[in-house]
């Protein structure tokens, strides 16, 4: 994660939030409480990304389907979706890195699109 983050991608949350079992809006804060994020990145992040978070969670910690694979380790994607969302790398080299089509590593960083988030843009 980092002493301090200026930017957090949904990928990267979903993830973080799975490996430490904790919901994503609790793991938002306690972010914000280490100082790993500032109040302006924790404030973006509700009204982007994790939108709706503090009423319904948007994916189990772990689908039955997949119970038992988040075991494995997975450092290099959480690293690549980090550099990409600190804009160290493009997401064309992010793609190629993890070897997934651009729009697929794209949709992982920002997350499923909501109507909601359309309209106040």
């Not at 994790?50 to 290099?76: C, D, K, N, V, Y």
Request: glycine content about 6%; hydrophobic content about 40%; charged content about 30%.
């Amino acid at each position: 994660m980092g002493k301090h983050r200026n930017a957090l991608g949904y990928r990267e949350l979903i993830d973080l939030k799975r490996l430490y079992r904790v919901s994503g809006a609790a793991l938002l804060v306690r972010l914000r409480q280490l100082d790993i994020i500032d109040q302006a990145t924790l404030v973006y992040a509700f009204q982007s990304v994790a939108r709706g978070w503090r009423t319904q969670e948007p994916q189990e910690l772990e689908p039955a389907s997949e119970r038992g694979t988040r075991e494995a380790a997975r450092r290099f994607e959480r690293l690549c979706y980090r550099a990409l969302a600190e804009k160290l790398i493009s997401l064309s080299k992010a793609a190629e890195l993890l070897r997934r089509p651009v729009p697929e590593v794209e949709a992982d960083l920002r997350g499923p699109k909501s109507d909601a988030a359309g309209r106040h843009q």
